[in-house]
């Protein structure tokens, strides 16, 4: 790159439970600067898994991370042009993208539910990421079974 790389923001954590994580969470979450509309989503909604997961012995906090590991992918296949043909090659992620891709595919898939409100369908996806089922969870198996299928081309990798 010829320009310097640019400075990475500090992300001030949320009120409730003072972590950066559920500030970043709210953010992919947000529409037109709507913090806390965006807020009041996700606390409802893990008030919601709160009273739906009563017999686990963890906290809504510590049951949204755990869904947000389950759905977590390790690897993704990039497009790689070789001498005319173009190949899906097998690449690991950075720990800051794996993160991103998760709470995106979390929202998108929570998004695409039939339900009520936005906080239902984002708890019910939670509740299905943290019982490895759901759509997001599928995304994460599609996108590690396309990597293991082109496992033959990881020698391309840049």
Request: aromatic letters at 8%; glycine letters at 4%; hydrophobic letters at 40%.
């Amino acid at each position: 790159m010829r320009k310097a790389k640019p400075k990475k923001r500090v992300i001030i954590p949320d009120p409730v439970f003072n972590d950066q994580m559920v500030a970043k969470f709210v953010n992919h979450l947000m529409y037109d600067g709507k913090k806390n509309t965006s807020y009041r989503i996700f606390y409802s909604a893990l008030d919601t898994v709160k009273a739906k997961a009563q017999n686990e012995e963890k906290s809504p906090l510590e049951i949204w991370k755990q869904a947000l590991d389950n759905i977590t992918p390790q690897v993704e296949v990039k497009s790689r042009r070789i001498g005319g043909a173009t190949f899906q090659v097998p690449t690991e992620i950075r720990a800051d993208r794996k993160m991103s891709i998760a709470m995106k595919n979390l929202i998108a898939f929570a998004r695409k539910r039939s339900g009520k409100s936005m906080a239902e369908k984002l708890a019910a996806e939670i509740l299905d990421a943290f019982n490895n089922q759901g759509g997001a969870f599928k995304r994460k198996e599609d996108m590690h079974r396309m990597a293991e299928a082109n496992r033959a081309f990881a020698h391309f990798r840049f």
